[in-house]
């Protein structure tokens, strides 16, 4: 068998590691195991929405309404926009995959920061794309706009608030970068953790209608994080209806679950759960910036739902991972991103009380 | 914006219409509306599957295992396969989109009967690839050679049993074809209908393990139809290592959802739901022989969930599909695959009722 070429520079994804794999490796017993890896919802899944799934599981046999016509009602009454600008996909994950696929080819290349959300390099490597960083995690205009000048990319991330740094871009900026390119390099404005940036100061906050006014930008958004939905893998996309319409050709019928479907349907209905997730966040998150000053190391201030802890040479991040997880402590380590620093999704209290007790033994 | 020129050739797939959609355009009450269009389980879902679903709501906060290393295990189990022969997909369907992306260009062309699954032509249409098609809706062994010898097809689909017509094509015939080809074409077989062949007649039952012997050769498999769980989207293919390794290149992370995976690991324990949904099948399946034979109109033999009705000239099969819908029974119309035709899923007894009484009235 020939294989597609471009296959041959693509790795596999490593997604963060399962509490299953805890369990079966360390023997570590399931409910001792802390998981502040994957940007999960502390609090759990929404009461509300894990008692539509419960009622709806007999009904699991029945594909989805495949037009997604009440989702995309409640989406577009959220964001005043119309269902035309809407797409969904199995988590905003897909909607970025619809968004390589109908945009990339050998010849085009992407641009996005030092550090940021895998995927869009994944992406991009599956079209064969050339992939261009600047030299910043943080989304600087003048390194983006040198790049940009300089390659002319199809595709311009940018992640704000970032995914794994926690730093965010101001709305000012991220349109100053969308002014300041022409209509035939899409700008990606991925909001996966908007919600938390938006809370806590208003300058970052990004709205799909903030973007709708340009033909060659798109806002993603994701029901995995506030919203406490990462196992169901629903997200969306919103842009003009043009844009729209070009990434459907690209999507499967029947691409999320009748009961994601259900599930999503009743988050937009429910902006408590989400106020309540960001309160906790808030609070919880002070305590890992002064365990963090305390004990003498750096962090990046986060807009996110997670803290990404900086090390010097004294601290080896990839030793300190491997450590908390034989002790059922799981969190990701940053090596891979080319940084000795680790991102903690901030938890409960008390899986956070875990955390500094065992990072503190680790370390000591 | 510039888009790839593929997608100037490509028509969105338009999905059977959902019962949501029927109470909205028609004003009929949800439970007076039967749906024999998208051949789901007529039994429902399975009511283990259910208790599984409804006591894991409330972690559909957590990503799922992406290892889904006891899914893998479960078929494994089932098929005598290592771990290493198994790709899990959003439906098998996404197992499709895989193949098609790691095997074809718009240099290569794919072959497949004149009548089969719809999205082998999406998807290759995705990557520019020619579409070839034999002139029989059966998958005829002298004609999937002339084509293979004048177009070298990268790919060739063999849907046995074969949807929408309900035939089959027997082992010895696909050994036939994967015998016959050289190891730069990969043969697919699809079966995700197959426990419904291997019950009517042993000759059609193909397993993971025929195919295993051939390096170009994958099964495809489906927890959507006998296992009833359409809405969980949740399929799987088994190839030789060399091949599942290349296709996990364009697997996205986290591709079913945890409830997903956690239904599939229940429906690999228990066979007596597809077994009790066979018998209701092939009990309920001789009446729309019967009732074909009496209405003086022929049929495809069916070796699936559903049965094809095929009409001559005195009879619609799109004005039949078009009053069937008003009266709130949604079968599906087979004029966009070239035939004067009605496929229909197989219901319940009292399903099957509502239908027959329907259609007389609308033919009479």
């Known amino acids: 068998m020939r294989f597609n070429k471009v296959l041959q520079n693509i790795k596999t994804y490593e997604a963060g590691k399962p509490i299953e794999l805890v369990v079966r490796e360390f023997g570590i017993a399931a409910e001792d195991v802390v998981k502040l890896a994957s940007n999960e919802n502390p609090i759990g899944t929404n009461p509300a929405i894990a008692k539509v799934i419960r009622s709806n599981a007999d009904i699991a046999h029945l594909y989805p309404d495949d037009s997604m016509f009440e989702l995309k009602e409640a989406l577009s009454l959220k964001f005043g926009v119309e269902d035309e600008n809407i797409i969904i996909g199995a988590g905003s994950d897909q909607v970025l995959e619809f968004i390589s696929r109908a945009v990339l080819d050998a010849d085009s290349s992407v641009l996005m920061s030092a550090v940021t959300f895998a995927m869009y390099e994944i992406y991009a490597k599956q079209m064969g794309a050339k992939i261009i960083r600047t030299a910043s995690y943080e989304h600087k205009y003048d390194e983006f706009m040198e790049a940009y000048h ?88 919103v842009a003009q209806d043009a844009l729209i319409k070009e990434l459907y050709k690209m999507r499967p019928p029947f691409n999320i679950t009748t009961l994601s479907l259900f599930a999503a349907i009743e988050a937009c209905k429910d902006n408590r759960f989400v106020e309540e997730s960001i309160a906790l966040h808030q609070d919880q998150i002070k305590r890992y910036e002064a365990f963090a000053d305390e004990q003498g190391f750096k962090y990046i201030e986060s807009y996110t739902n997670f803290i990404t802890y900086l090390f010097d040479e004294n601290m080896d991040s990839t030793k300190i991972a491997d450590e908390l997880l034989k002790r059922g402590v799981i969190i990701r380590n940053l090596a891979s991103y080319g940084m000795n620093a680790i991102r903690i999704t901030i938890g409960t209290a008390k899986q956070n009380d875990v955390f500094f007790k065992h990072f503190s033994e680790v370390t000591a």
């Open 150 to 237: 300089m390659h002319r990319p199809k595709i311009i991330y940018i992640c704000t608030p970032n995914n794994p740094t926690g730093d965010a871009t101001s709305k000012e900026e991220v349109l100053k970068i969308i002014n300041a390119v022409d209509n035939d390099t899409l700008v990606v404005v991925d909001g996966a953790y908007m919600e938390y940036a938006a809370a806590k100061d208003a300058k970052y906050a990004i709205t799909p209608n903030d973007l709708l006014g340009y033909e060659n930008a798109i806002y993603l958004g994701t029901f995995s994080k506030a919203h406490g939905l990462g196992g169901m893998r629903v997200g969306y996309g």
